[in-house]
């Protein structure tokens, strides 16, 4: 196997084709090029820089690491997946090829400038064995000390059935009552859903902006609200490779004319993953969030999709749709050598606030959860 580090976006590029096909097969939605590169332009820190394994066979692409490099102060260096709060991202290797990846990607990693001293592999599947792979299979006689520090349920709904019938007639009878009866106040308001197509991106990333910024003022922290301009880019290059392909879902939900709900999806492989959303308050009673995400399902039966990830968090929206758990880790791989005593010294007092962080989201009931987190939004507010 040939293994390469490419730092150049230019060089990135040219993989898109290979690096594409690569997500497909592996069906990770964010770890797609279109998702890692427009990050990569438009939301990577100042001083970030790409550090990108490729690992070819012959010529054939066959795993790929999407890295980049940050250097934390008193010189610490972290090697993190791009994309950071995306969703489920991960490295990619041609399937029953990841162990042999992960040794190439580790030797690659051990020759490299600046050397890491942490591999942070975030926001992935537990059910991945990237962090062991690449632990039992590091060069040298020594292994990374791993720690999984978070971990977070993600949601999931199985698409076996061959409608939207036959998968709301698996659900309770509550259940289907609710969504059907939703479904016609909606049609009966003049409601109309749709995706968006190259012809209406623009205008629907806006409104899903939007829409999403007011839903959640006042509310808490999102990551989309804080930087909206760079997040709208990165929808717009994410969408503008995709929505025709159908793999970019912008769901929207208009009545005469105007959007009251925009919720996003993005789909490789068979698994549609949903992104995040936002909706119009006037509009609650007809349960916005649940029926977009109603109406993305059977879009996703008459595609042939297989399941639909609804992305970490437990939220009761959520729930109500699920009938699986597919969680996600945070892991941490601190490189052997020297540095290694100094890199655990810096590190286990955030490991000890993130391990705080989640014993008391689980003492704290969801209204306190977030009542917290209004206050400590109006106390940065005050600071500012």
């Known amino acids: 196997m040939d293994r390469e580090l490419l730092t150049e976006l230019d060089a990135l590029e040219k993989l898109v084709p290979q690096w594409d096909a690569l997500a497909v097969r592996n069906k990770r939605p964010t770890s797609s090029p279109a998702w890692m590169l427009g990050w990569l332009r438009h939301l990577a820190p100042p001083t970030a820089s790409a550090r990108v394994v490729t690992v070819r066979e012959s010529g054939e692409l066959i795993g790929l690491a999407p890295f980049f490099v ?20 991960s490295p990619l290797a041609s399937p029953g090829r990841e162990w042999e990846v992960a040794e190439a990607i580790g030797a690659t990693l051990e020759e490299a400038a600046p050397h890491p001293d942490v591999i942070a592999l975030e926001n992935g ?104 301009e760079e997040m709208e880019r990165l929808f717009l290059d994410a969408g503008g490779m995709h929505v025709e392909a159908h793999r970019f879902r912008l769901c929207m939900l208009e009545i005469d004319g105007r959007p009251i709900s925009a919720q996003l999806f993005s ?60 969680p996600v880790a945070w892991t941490i791989l601190m490189t052997p050598g020297r540095r290694l005593p100094l890199t655990a010294a810096r ?38």
């Open 70 to 89: 940050n250097e934390r102060g008193r010189g610490r260096v972290d090697y993190r997946m791009m994309g950071e709060s995306l969703p489920r991202t």
């Open 125 to 228: 599947p537990v059910a991945s064995h990237w962090s062991a792979a690449l632990r039992d299979t590091w060069p040298g006689p020594m292994h990374p000390v791993a720690r999984q520090y978070l971990i977070q349920a993600s949601p999931t709904i199985s698409l076996h059935q061959s409608s939207l019938d036959a998968w709301l007639a698996d659900r309770s009878a509550n259940f289907r009552s609710q969504m059907r009866r939703i479904r016609r106040q909606f049609s009966a308001a003049g409601g109309v859903a749709r995706m968006s197509t190259t012809a209406t991106l623009e205008t629907d990333v806006k409104a899903f902006m939007r829409l999403h910024a007011e839903r959640w003022e006042g509310r808490g922290e999102s990551s989309i609200a804080a930087r909206p």
């Open 267 to 326: 789909e490789s492989g068979g698994e549609v993953l949903y992104f995040n959303g936002g909706w119009d308050e006037r509009f609650a009673k007809l349960k916005p969030a649940m029926l977009g995400i109603l109406y993305a399902i059977e879009d996703a039966l008459l595609r042939g999709d297989e399941r639909i990830d609804l992305a970490p968090g437990g939220q009761q929206y959520k729930l109500r749709f699920a009938d699986g758990n597919d």
């Open 347 to 384: 590190v286990t007092p955030m490991l000890a606030r993130e391990a705080a962080r989640e014993t008391a989201k689980r003492l704290l009931s969801p209204e306190n959860a977030d009542r917290m987190r209004r206050i400590r939004n109006l106390t940065k507010r005050g600071h500012e």
